[in-house]
Nanobody
Framework: QVQLVESGGGLVQAGGSLRLSCAAS????????MGWFRQAPGKEREFVAA????????VYADSVKGRFTISRDNAKNIVYLQMNRLEYEDTAVYYC????????????????WGQGTQVTVSS
């Protein structure tokens, strides 16, 4: 089992920045890829970004490319999502997820999920 706990969400004005963190514990060996997803009210959960175990490969949704940066510190078992130039449309609950199968943008590829952290961007 892997436990994931997100933090860093909050209320920010459009154009501002936030950094989300995801702390992993439990069976973190096995080189999991890590991803961030988000879900806005009334919408399906969508892919935001993912990073390989070593951090050498990252993937982003087109909607956040150039504004968000995913990174990880394996020594601390933490994954980050730096979000810059936030837009109203970025408002959502953000979820961290771990995949022991593949670096992927597909929800079904992920084995473990956190409880989420709310990000609200005011226009």
């Amino acid at each position: 089992q892997v436990q994931l706990v997100e933090s860093g969400g909050g209320l920010v004005q459009a154009g501002g920045s936030l950094r989300l963190s995801c702390a992993a514990s439990g069976r973190t060996s096995g080189d999991p890829a890590m991803g961030w997803f988000r879900q806005a009210p009334g919408k399906e959960r969508e892919f935001v970004a993912a990073i390989s175990w070593g951090g050498g490969t990252t993937v982003y949704a087109d909607s956040v490319k150039g504004r968000f940066t995913i990174s990880r510190d394996n020594a601390k078992n933490i994954v980050y999502l730096q979000m810059n130039r936030l837009e109203y449309e970025d408002t959502a609950v953000y979820y961290c997820a771990a995949s022991f199968r593949a670096l992927s943008g597909r929800r079904l590829s992920y084995d473990y999920w956190g409880q989420g952290t709310q990000v609200t961007v005011s226009s």
